[in-house]
């Protein structure tokens, strides 16, 4: 007896349509994932930042028992702390850095 297999060339319709589908289902999961660890990555760089600031104040500080960050204005006490820091931190997240009122930088 002979059998009669036919020759299968190529992947069929349905067989490609769930691969896509299959496809189409991790990127829909995987892309809001994406987004929110890179905002939780510029929120994390924004703390740094903060906590840097505070750092350079309490090195001005304590450079000077005189200096009071709560004496200055948020620009003027830019200036002041510029031989403290390489360069002024930027926000990732587009925001600014102030002085509250006890004297910490917090983003606003």
């Known amino acids: 007896m002979k059998a009669n297999f036919r020759r299968r060339d190529g992947f069929a319709l349905v067989e490609l349509l ?3 589908i299959i496809i189409a289902v991790l990127v829909a999961i995987a892309v809001p994932v ?6 939780t990555a510029r ?3 924004d703390e740094a930042n903060v906590r840097i600031l505070n750092s350079a104040t309490l090195q001005w500080v304590l450079a000077d028992e ?6 200055y ?3 003027t006490l830019k200036t002041e702390l510029a031989d403290y820091l ?3 931190p930027d926000s990732p997240n587009e925001k600014d850095y102030e002085l509250n ?3 910490m930088w917090e983003v606003k």
Request: aromatic share 8%; charged share 20%; glycine share 12%.
């Open 66 to 71: 005189n200096n009071d960050p709560r004496d």
């Open 86 to 88: 390489s360069g002024w």
């Open 34 to 39: 994406y987004n929110s660890t890179q905002q």
């Open 43 to 45: 929120d994390n760089v």
């Open 18 to 20: 769930t691969v896509l």
């Open 101 to 103: 009122a006890s004297g």
């Open 73 to 75: 204005e948020t620009g």
